[in-house]
T-cell receptor
Framework: GDSVTQMEGPVTLSEEAFLTINCTYT??????LFWYVQYPGEGLQLLLK?????DKGSNKGFEATYRKETTSFHLEKGSVQVSDSAVYFC????????????FGGGTRVLVKP | EPEVTQTPSHQVTQMGQEVILRCVPI?????FYWYRQILGQKVEFLVS????????KSEIFDDQFSVERPDGSNFTLKIRSTKLEDSAMYFC??????????FGPGTRLTVT
C-alpha cells in the first residue's frame, strides 16, 4: 500500500542552523505531497505542498521539492528559529484513494537558542 | 482566517460508553475527514465524507464508528461502545477542493 517514511527525531539544532528532514514515499499512483507542522498543544497546520514532479513548495522559509525519480520530498530551511520547534509530518494523497492523507511518523524538531 | 474547531478538547469516558466528538468545518468546505493519532504513533485516516455520505473509510472504521452531518455546520464522529484502544487524539479536517485539508486542534479521548 501507499506509505511515507521520514527520518526519526528528535532533531536538535541551534538557532540559525540549517534544517533538513528527509521524506520518501511509496505510492501506486501519482500522489500530491504535503508537509504539515504541529506546534506544541495545537493541531496540524499545512506548511507547504506540491502536486507534480519538480514542483517546489515553499512557506515561512521552508522549502521542499517533489522528486519523482527518487520518490522524495525533503523539507529544508536555511536558518531555523526557536519558534520552528515543532513536529513535522510528511504526507501524501492520491485522487484514486479519495484524497485521504497518508502520513509519515513525524519528526520532532527542537531549536535551542 | 476561517478555521476548523473541535469540541471538547479533552473527553474522558469509561470503557463501553458512547462518545460523540464534534467538529465545525470551515463554512464553505464540502469534504470532511476524521483522523486519529494514538500516542507515539502515526496519524491515521479513519473516514471521509462528501455529499452527505461516506466516500471512503479505513479498516479501523468498523461498526462501532459512525459519522454524521446533522445540520449545515457540524460534523460528528460517534463511537458506540468505547474500548481502551480507542484512546487517541482525534482530528477533524475539512477541504474545499478535496486537495488541501485543514485540520482542527483535535480532541483527546481517554478511555478508562
Amino acid at each position: 500500500g501507499d506509505s511515507v517514511t521520514q527520518m526519526e527525531g528528535p532533531v536538535t539544532l541551534s538557532e540559525e542552523a540549517f534544517l533538513t528532514i528527509n521524506c520518501t514515499y511509496t505510492a501506486t499512483g501519482y500522489p500530491s505531497l504535503f508537509w504539515y507542522v504541529q506546534y506544541p498543544g495545537e493541531g496540524l497546520q499545512l506548511l507547504l505542498k506540491a502536486t507534480k514532479a519538480d514542483d517546489k513548495g515553499s512557506n515561512k522559509g521552508f522549502e521542499a521539492t517533489y522528486r519523482k525519480e527518487t520518490t522524495s520530498f525533503h523539507l529544508e530551511k536555511g536558518s531555523v528559529q526557536v519558534s520552528d520547534s515543532a513536529v513535522y509530518f510528511c504526507a501524501l494523497s492520491l485522487k484514486a484513494a479519495g484524497n485521504k492523507l497518508t502520513f509519515g511518523g513525524g519528526t520532532r524538531v527542537l531549536v535551542k537558542p | 482566517e476561517p478555521e476548523v474547531t473541535q469540541t471538547p478538547s479533552h473527553q474522558v469516558t469509561q470503557m463501553g460508553q458512547e462518545v460523540i466528538l464534534r467538529c465545525v468545518p470551515i463554512s464553505n468546505h464540502l469534504y470532511f475527514y476524521w483522523y486519529r493519532q494514538i500516542l507515539g504513533q502515526k496519524v491515521e485516516f479513519l473516514v471521509s465524507f462528501y455529499n452527505n455520505e461516506i466516500s471512503e473509510k479505513s479498516e479501523i472504521f468498523d461498526d462501532q464508528f459512525s459519522v454524521e452531518r446533522p445540520d449545515g455546520s457540524n460534523f460528528t464522529l460517534k463511537i458506540r461502545s468505547t474500548k481502551l484502544e480507542d484512546s487517541a487524539m482525534y482530528f477533524c479536517a475539512s477541504s474545499g477542493d478535496a486537495y488541501e485539508q485543514y485540520f482542527g486542534p483535535g480532541t483527546r479521548l481517554t478511555v478508562t
